[in-house]
């Protein structure tokens, strides 16, 4: 299970280091795709990838084809180098706002790349009380 928040900055050539923890369970390919839900990046393992896109690709394909072929044309395989950095496309980049910093946080089944400024938005509109009730709707 992915899990943490760490906090990394983008290099001149567009790479940017994944913790050795998450790259231990996402394996050695991995692919990065834009958020459908935020201006953010979304890292998964190959089988972690064909798991989000399996619901797709069992719809009508009038449906099917032109979602997978947004998430496909905005996705890009990458495998860290020696260092565990992975290089992101300028428009990845562009997309989620990343210019130097970046956050790194694991969310389960799949790790989020966030600029530092939006994550920080992000994190100060979090409503704790709302967040509690929902998670004791889980048994929590």
Known sequence: MLTGEYRHSVDAKNRLFIPA????ELGEELIVSRSVRGQLLKVF??????AYITPIKQQERRVAEPALRFLHR???K???DSQGRILLPQS????????????VVGN???VEIWSE???EAEIEKEDQEDLRAKLELFGL
């Open 21 to 24: 923890k998450h790259r231990e």
């Open 45 to 50: 393992s190959l089988e972690g990838w064909e």
């Open 74 to 76: 905005n996705a890009v």
């Open 78 to 80: 990458v495998t860290p």
């Open 92 to 103: 990845l980049l562009d997309f989620a706002e990343i210019e130097k910093n970046a956050v």
């Open 108 to 110: 389960c089944d799949w």
């Open 117 to 119: 400024a939006l994550y």
